[in-house]
């Protein structure tokens, strides 16, 4: 019985994910989505996620978690260049009537942006507790 395929590690999502959490996402969007996928990846990997972990080492709750923000982006980036659900909105104001939307997003029209809650599930920038003795250490 041959071995199971490995899923490939690098973008960490398809479209086939992004469209399994996205079910709205309009049709033929596909390719567009696999390309931003992409570069949220390419993004994702130069902030250095899970302290500069392998891609090859990863953990599944790692990759799930890398998964879903890459998702998250391209959904945020892919609905504010489109047709502006609020998705992905810093703030959102609706009226009722006469029939008011403005949306603000925080990054410009179908940017890629990593929120500071996304930032925080993939372990970027956490700040390092530690202490120094301003008198030296055993080493000096």
Same mark, same amino acid.
């Given at each position: 019985m041959a071995a199971e395929e490995p899923a490939p590690l690098w973008p960490y999502a398809t479209a086939g994910d992004l469209r399994a959490r996205w079910p709205d996402m309009p049709d033929g969007d596909d390719p567009m989505a696999g390309v931003l996928l992409e570069d949220a990846s390419a993004m994702l990997d130069a902030? *250095?996620?899970f302290d500069g972990a392998?891609?090859? *080492?990863?953990? *599944? =709750?790692?990759?799930?978690a890398l998964r879903a923000v890459a998702c998250e982006m391209v959904r945020a980036a892919m609905? /504010?260049? /489109?047709d502006g659900d609020g998705f992905g909105a810093g703030q959102l104001?609706?009226?009722a009537? =006469?029939? /008011?939307?403005?949306?603000t997003y925080q990054g410009a029209a179908g940017s890629l942006f990593?929120?500071?809650?996304?930032r925080r599930r993939l372990g970027i920038d956490q700040p390092d507790a +530690?202490?120094?003795t301003p008198w030296? +250490? =055993?080493?000096?």
């Open positions: 902030m *250095e996620p392998v891609p090859g *080492e990863l953990t *599944e =709750p790692q990759r799930a609905a /504010s260049a /489109s104001t609706v009226t009537g =006469p029939y /008011s939307q403005t949306a990593v929120t500071k809650a996304q +530690g202490w120094a030296g +250490g =055993p080493d000096d």
